[in-house]
Nanobody
């Protein structure tokens, strides 16, 4: 069973940067389109960005375009989210998962990781 472990969150001032990591267990990492999601209290988990299996193609939601960049290292079974110019509205718990395609925001794995908290102060 695939396990997802997110890390790299923290408290940062508006305008600052963070780099999130998600380590994925198993030997099939390179066969999945990977994605980042985020959830704020009382709300559903929202799609943030996705990256193709080999990494050349990606998709980001409009609210993070130009500020966030998803990337991956298949040799390390890890997907990253570089977050720059952070805003208070980016405050959330961030999760990774696989999705069925670059155009999809439907997660594949039923079990989510613990997530990593990102808090952006004004």
């Amino acid at each position: 069973q695939v396990q997802l472990v997110e890390s790299g969150g923290g408290l940062v001032q508006a305008g600052g940067s963070l780099r999130l990591s998600c380590a994925v267990s198993g030997r099939t990492f390179g066969t999945y389109t990977m994605a980042w999601f985020r959830r704020t209290p009382g709300k559903a988990r929202d799609f943030v960005a996705a990256i193709s299996r080999s990494g050349p193609s990606s998709r980001h939601v409009d609210s993070v375009k130009g500020r966030f960049t998803i990337s991956r290292d298949n040799a390390k079974n890890t997907v990253y989210l570089q977050m720059n110019s952070l805003k208070p509205e980016d405050t959330a718990v961030y999760y990774c998962n696989a999705v069925t395609s670059l155009e999809s925001s439907n997660p594949i794995f039923e079990s989510w990781g613990p997530g990593t908290q990102v808090t952006v102060s004004a």
